[in-house]
Each structure stands twice: as structure tokens, then as C-alpha cells.
């Protein structure tokens, strides 16, 4: 178990070191004096990753139309990073609020909510976000609505299971003695004793998130041009996977170490928080 959990802290801080590196670059890569993200060059279309100054600084390549790989994946950092942080905010908001109240009213209110999250949950979430984005069409507003709407039920199913154990506690029962509300027991009794699993859930449902955005926007449902998407540049970079698989290689890397840093952080806050781990 120790060594389990000497691994566990070290893939922990690694998790953590790339997601503030993430965050890093996508705050402040743009002030490197880049390229435009949507210039189009066609002189230099097609240019492989290089170093040589005097044909334009392009560390990671050019696209089919000219513009900066490197540029396009900072820019997309910062995109997918919002909407994958929105949608987690907003989703884990409502989840936890409809498992606080299916929770500790029990009933008839906890059979209603329950149905509704059970009804959810057997529709595919993919499916869903499809269906959804296909429906009311895409845009930055619809895709973070659409992911949120993917991402609650998770946390109401959680939160309702820890609100049915930490109710029957007995300074849940002195605070029902005295008088309190239910409110004021709710979120200043109750809802501090169930955030530490909300935040292991909110750091696998944003990999998860992260990864549905980039398939979303792959199938041309998710960001829209000029704003650079890494699903969208996957998608672009297809077409090339021959001739200039750079246009594709570097989103895609960008994908996979977003959602393996988040992973390990989630498993790392899972082993901290959960007090049965020595």
C-alpha cells in the first residue's frame, strides 16, 4: 500500500505540474509574438516543423492553409480549457444541488430525481450530444450547455448516496433539534462533507468533457471557424495524415496529455481525500 501510494503522489504531481503548464500556455502563450492562429499564408502551406528563421518560425508546422501549428494548438488550449471548465462548473453545480435535495428529502422527491437521472443515464451520452447539438445547432454557448448537460447526473448520483449517510449524523439530527432550516443545513452542514467527492468527479468528468468537445468538434458540431479547435484541427489534419501528419500529431498530442494529466490528478485527489487509503 505504500508503494501504491508513493506512485499515486508522484503521478499526482505530475498530473497537477502539466495541467498548471497547460493552463500556463494558455493564458500567456499568446503573448509569445506568435503568428495569428487564423492567418492564412499559402506561400508557407504545408511547411514542416523547423526551426529556420529565415522561412518563418513554425515549431510545429503549418496547415493546409498556411497557418501556424503551433499558434492554432495554444489558442485551442484556451478554448477547450473554458468550455471544458464552464461545462464541469456548471454541470457539477446542478448535479450537486439536485443530489443535496433528493438526498436529504428521501421520498417521493428522491424517487422523482432518481427516475430522472436513471432515464439519462441509459441514453448515450455521445448519443445525447449528438442529438442535441444537432438539434439547436452549434456554437460556443450550445456546446457548453450540451456538455454540462452530459456531465451532472454523475454528481447527483454521488452526492445523493454521501447526503443519505452524513443525514443521519448526529449533529445533523442537533442542528434538526434546535431548530435550523433546511437550507442552512443543506449547504452549511451538509454540502462541506460532500464537496471532496464532488471534486474527484469534477476532475473526470473535465478529461471527459475535454475528450467529448474534441469529437464534437471533429465532426464539425463543436467550435465553428476561424476559432481553432484541437477536434477540428484533427479533423482538418486527416486529409495530410501522409504527406504532413504534423497538422493532426500535435492537437492530438494536446488531447491526450490534457486528459491524462486531469486523470492522474482525479486518481491522485481520489487516494488524498478518501480517508479508507493509508
Known amino acids: 500500500m505504500r508503494v501504491s501510494s508513493k506512485f499515486g503522489s508522484i503521478a499526482g504531481i ?3 505540474s502539466l495541467i498548471v503548464l497547460l493552463i500556463a500556455v494558455a493564458l500567456f502563450g499568446p503573448l509569445l509574438g506568435l503568428a495569428s492562429p487564423t492567418a492564412n499564408n499559402l506561400m ?3 511547411a514542416p516543423p523547423s ?4 522561412k518563418g518560425l513554425h515549431l510545429f508546422g503549418t496547415d493546409q492553409l498556411g497557418r501556424d501549428i503551433l499558434s492554432r494548438t495554444i489558442h485551442g488550449a484556451r478554448v477547450t480549457l473554458m468550455i471544458g471548465a464552464t461545462a464541469v462548473l456548471l454541470g457539477g453545480a446542478i448535479g450537486i444541488v439536485i443530489g443535496l435535495v433528493a438526498g436529504y428529502y428521501g421520498r417521493w422527491v428522491d424517487a422523482a430525481l432518481m427516475r430522472i437521472v436513471d432515464v439519462q443515464l441509459s441514453i448515450p451520452l455521445s448519443l445525447l450530444a449528438l442529438l442535441v447539438v444537432g438539434t439547436i445547432g452549434p456554437s460556443l454557448q450550445n456546446l457548453i ?3 454540462a448537460l452530459t456531465s451532472w447526473v454523475q454528481y447527483a448520483r454521488v452526492v445523493r448516496g454521501q447526503v443519505l449517510v452524513v443525514r443521519e449524523r448526529e449533529y ?4 434538526h433539534a434546535i431548530g435550523l432550516g433546511d437550507v442552512r443545513i443543506i449547504f452549511q452542514h451538509i454540502l462541506p462533507n460532500v464537496l471532496s467527492a464532488a471534486l474527484v468527479i469534477a476532475t473526470i ?4 468533457v475535454i475528450i467529448l468537445e474534441a469529437a464534437l468538434s471533429f465532426l464539425g458540431l463543436g467550435v465553428q471557424p476561424p476559432s481553432p479547435s484541437w477536434g ?3 479533423a482538418e489534419g486527416r486529409s495530410y495524415m501522409s504527406s504532413a501528419p504534423w497538422i493532426a500529431i500535435f492537437p492530438g498530442a494536446a488531447i491526450f496529455i490534457t486528459a491524462l494529466s486531469v486523470n492522474l490528478t482525479g486518481d491522485w485527489l481520489r487516494d488524498l481525500l478518501d480517508p479508507k487509503v493509508t
Open 145 to 147: 450547455f450540451v456538455l
Open 232 to 234: 477540428r484541427m484533427l
Open 51 to 54: 526551426f529556420d528563421t529565415t
Open 14 to 16: 505530475i498530473g497537477v
Open 205 to 208: 468528468e473535465l478529461a471527459r
Open 44 to 46: 508557407a502551406r504545408l
Open 172 to 175: 445533523i439530527q442537533s442542528a
